[in-house]
């Protein structure tokens, strides 16, 4: 089985800085994609940010400039670095991964339970 758990949410004043983690653990042979989601109340899940093996990041418009995402290739990790952080980024993030658990298996997408980030004065 292939665990993805989150770590880092919590509640920060406008301005204010956090950091997310994610651990993939289990079974797993390798790891394409490491993205993080999240979704408001009353709206759709949308990307926040993703790194495909090692390419470079891709981020939404919304949060260029003041999250950073990072992967540990070697620790099957994941973070993601918010700072300058607004009232709209408030919602429960996820972190999401492509894992092959064996060599005759293709990827599989696995989810993280979520980490609720609050941003309220």
């Known amino acids: 089985q292939v665990q993805l758990v989150e770590s880092g949410g919590g509640l920060v004043q406008p301005g204010g800085s956090l950091r997310l983690s994610c651990a993939a653990s289990?079974?797993?042979?390798?790891?394409?994609?490491m993205a993080w989601h999240r979704q408001a109340p009353g709206k759709q899940r949308e990307l926040v940010a993703i790194?495909?093996?090692?390419?470079?990041?891709i981020y939404a418009d919304s949060v260029k400039g003041r999250f950073t995402i990072s992967r540990d290739y070697a620790k099957n990790t994941m973070n993601l670095q918010m700072n300058s952080l607004k009232p709209e980024d408030t919602a429960v993030y996820y972190c999401?991964?492509?894992?092959?658990?064996?060599?005759?298996?293709?990827?599989?997408?696995?989810w993280g339970q979520g980490t609720q980030v609050t941003v309220s004065s």
């Open positions: 999401n991964a492509s894992i092959r658990i064996s060599a005759a298996q293709g990827f599989n997408s696995f």
């Open positions: 790194i495909v093996l090692r390419d470079s990041p």
């Open positions: 289990g079974s797993i042979f390798s790891i394409s994609a």
